[in-house]
Structure formats: structure tokens, C-alpha cells
């Protein structure tokens, strides 16, 4: 079992910034990749962001220029930086994980999910 707990959500005016963070923490388990994605009221979950072990990135192209993702591999961490934040980035932000999990001898594939949290962009 791998926990995930994210923080820095808010509220915000249009054009600010806020940046979430998320500690991944488990026994006996290796990041493949993590990432946020968020929710919107009445739509579909959708990818934002994920980043690597290798470090690479990928974007949703409406963020493309304004989120940076990055994490600390020593601390399963990750980030979600996001500036000039717009109305249509409010969401339930939630930090994902992928990971390969020791059980026994045996390599477990896994992902888990955070709680979620809100980040409102008022106009």
C-alpha cells in the first residue's frame, strides 16, 4: 500500500499562482511515474500533468506554458507549480502515482490515488 497526501490548494484571483505538492510514502515500492489530474464539477477527470522517474514530462495542452511539474525522487514527492491561473483551472486537483510494489518476492504493479485538493480561480 502506497499513501499519498497532497497539499496546497486554495483560492486564488486570475493570474496568480499556487503551488500543490505530493509525498508519496509505503514500504517497498518504486515510483514509475506520478502526476495530477483534476475535476471539474459535471465534467470527466482529466490528465494535467505527470513526470517520470526518468524525469520526463508530459502536459495537457491547456496548461502547456503555465504548470511545471517536477519532483524530488529521494522524497516521492512531487510538484504541480501553476501560475497565471485562470477561472477555467478551478478543479479538484488529485495526485496519482504509479509504482512498482515488493510483495514478497514478487513485483506488484499498483497506482493509487490523493484525496484531492480544491484550487478555485475567482475572475
Known amino acids: 500500500q502506497v499513501q499519498l497526501v497532497e497539499s496546497g490548494g486554495g483560492l486564488v484571483q486570475t493570474g496568480g499562482s499556487l503551488r500543490l505538492s505530493c509525498a508519496a510514502s509505503g514500504r517497498r515500492f518504486s515510483i514509475n511515474y506520478m502526476g495530477w489530474y483534476r475535476q471539474a464539477p459535471g465534467k470527466q477527470r482529466e490528465l494535467v500533468a505527470i513526470?517520470?522517474?526518468?524525469?520526463?514530462?508530459n502536459y495537457a495542452d491547456s496548461v502547456k506554458g503555465r504548470f511545471t511539474i517536477s519532483g524530488e525522487n529521494a522524497e516521492n514527492t512531487v510538484y504541480l507549480q501553476m501560475n497565471s491561473l485562470k477561472p477555467e483551472d478551478t478543479a479538484a486537483y488529485y495526485c496519482?502515482?504509479?509504482?512498482?510494489?515488493?510483495?514478497?518476492?514478487?513485483?506488484?504493479?499498483?497506482?493509487?490515488w490523493g484525496q484531492g485538493t480544491q484550487v478555485t480561480v475567482s475572475s
Open positions: 496519482y502515482v504509479d509504482v512498482t510494489e515488493r510483495v514478497v518476492s514478487t513485483a506488484v504493479h499498483g497506482a493509487y
Open positions: 513526470i517520470t522517474s526518468g524525469r520526463s514530462t
